[in-house]
């Protein structure tokens, strides 16, 4: 049963993912699917939530409430920077070609919004198996409170990150300058981080479900720990604030710890 409603969680990630590739067609754009990242995780874990017969339990209602309020919320916040800053670079280096070749829509397709909704379904993975293997009457155990717990820990570091971050951007007098107060005083990367350990705790709460639905899952927080640190996170992100900030940046990175919150270095 649990392996039907999967597919169904699939069919309806698809059918969004077509709705709004259709959409970036149109406008030349397909920056807005990072928005979609983290809501698309949120609509999948409130179907999970919906599909549970006989109604969800508790430990169900969690991990639900978990995933979409970090979904829902990172979802609008990346939406409105779009809307903010408008194309995002690395989409337009990624598409040069093909726009250039005239096959932008179906390597927007392909190369962009089949790709994410694969990498989107692993991911979220923990919570839908977590709710679906939680309907009535599953309790919420100690280790699920340990896992809100972290997720708690990570929501913390990645909306005061992200709202310190808009702050100072938001200041002209900070152009070109380095953010190195708050948050970003112990690690490069807050938000990132608290992404990670946001999704650990969803994870962990997925655990109290049972150890072998975790063990079925844990290639999603894994992956996420290895996109965030090794590939298209700190990496990528550093590669061009290097570039564009210089030595100030250079002088902030010997300083301050790249991914988990460090004491600053003298």
């Known amino acids: 049963m649990m392996f039907e409603l999967l597919l169904l969680n699939a069919a309806i990630l698809i059918v969004l993912v077509l709705i709004q590739w259709a959409i970036s067609v149109k406008i030349n754009d397909v920056s807005f699917i990072d928005a979609f990242w983290g809501a698309g995780m949120g609509i999948l874990a409130v179907a999970s939530w919906l599909h549970v ?21 990172l979802g609008i916040y990346l939406f409105l920077r779009w809307r903010r800053e408008g194309e995002d670079k690395r989409y337009k280096m990624i598409l040069k ?12 397709l392909t190369r962009v919004w089949l790709m994410q909704a694969v990498l989107l379904f692993m991911v979220s993975s923990p919570a839908q198996v977590g709710i679906l293997a939680s309907g009535t009457p599953a309790p919420i155990t100690p280790l699920a409170w340990a896992g809100f717990g972290l997720w708690c820990v990570g929501v913390f570091f990645e909306w005061v990150g992200d709202w310190q971050l808009t702050r100072f951007k938001a200041d002209p007098a900070n152009h070109g300058k380095v953010l190195d107060t708050g948050l970003w005083r112990y690690t490069r990367h807050p938000n990132y981080f608290g992404d ?25 927080p894994l992956f996420l720990s290895f996109t965030l640190t090794k590939w298209s996170g700190v990496t990528l992100l550093e590669k061009g604030l290097d570039k564009t ?6 002088d902030y990175k010997r300083r301050t710890s790249a991914f988990f919150p460090m004491p600053p270095r003298n």
Do not use: H, S
């Open 53 to 73: 017969g006989g109604g969800p339990g508790d430990l169900a209602t969690l991990i639900m409430l978990m995933t979409a309020a970090w979904g829902f919320r």
């Open 97 to 108: 070609k093909d726009r250039e070749a005239g096959r932008f829509a179906q390597a927007a």
């Open 196 to 220: 990670f350990a946001a999704w650990w705790g969803i994870w962990i709460a997925c655990a109290a479900a049972g150890w072998g639905y975790a063990a079925a899952t844990v290639i999603g």
């Open 245 to 250: 900030k210089g030595d100030k940046y250079a």
